[in-house]
């Protein structure tokens, strides 16, 4: 997809995140660390949701891979928007896409795997139904 395909819409979730002082670098942009801390709040959002819960008692979610695509700079002042959506799950996993928009403009993009475990014996467990249905709401045709 090129940059200028990916919309804000395209994305069912959305949060909004303030950009800081602190999340400058020398060069005056925002560091790019920083845009995995923007990219896990948008996840966070999605995963832990008390309104749509998708966590089991006894389970949480683990990244497997997280894939992250620098499009352009980010700067301060201002806020950003972060897009999920789920692009396919599995029996245990989820696979998300994500992008990342300043002024309406895509400045990274990224896939991610998450995986559903067992808090005791740390290994994979299968997503209930419940949570593929609500997954199945947060996919957006591409």
Same mark, same amino acid.
């Given at each position: 997809?090129?940059?200028?395909?990916?919309?804000?819409?395209?994305?069912?979730?959305?949060?909004?995140?303030?950009?800081?002082?602190?999340?400058?670098?020398?060069?005056?942009?925002?560091?790019?660390?920083?845009?995995?801390?923007?990219?896990?709040?948008?996840? *966070?959002? %999605?995963?832990? @949701?008390?309104?749509?819960?998708?966590?089991? /008692?006894? +389970?949480?979610?683990? #990244?497997?891979? !997280?894939?992250?695509?620098?499009?352009?700079?980010?700067?301060?002042?201002?806020?950003?928007?972060?897009?999920?959506?789920?692009?396919?799950?599995?029996?245990?996993?989820?696979?998300?896409?994500?992008?990342?928009?300043?002024?309406?403009?895509?400045?990274?993009?990224?896939?991610? *795997?998450? %995986?559903?475990? @067992?808090?005791?014996?740390?290994?994979?467990? /299968?997503? +209930?139904?419940?949570? #593929?249905?609500? !997954?199945?709401?947060?996919?957006?045709?591409?």
């Amino acid at each position: 997809m090129s940059d200028d395909a990916h919309r804000v819409e395209d994305y069912p979730a959305h949060i909004t995140e303030k950009i800081r002082y602190a999340d400058t670098d020398r060069q005056g942009h925002v560091n790019n660390a920083v845009f995995a801390t923007f990219l896990e709040s948008g996840r *966070v959002a %999605v995963l832990y @949701d008390p309104l749509a819960p998708l966590v089991e /008692p006894g +389970s949480s979610f683990v #990244i497997a891979r !997280l894939e992250l695509d620098f499009r352009a700079e980010m700067t301060w002042p201002g806020d950003v928007v972060v897009g999920t959506r789920v692009a396919s799950t599995g029996r245990s996993s989820i696979v998300l896409e994500q992008a990342i928009f300043q002024d309406e403009r895509c400045v990274a993009t990224a896939k991610t *795997v998450i %995986v559903g475990v @067992d808090e005791t014996t740390r290994r994979s467990r /299968p997503l +209930s139904e419940s949570a #593929i249905e609500i !997954l199945g709401g947060l996919t957006a045709p591409r």
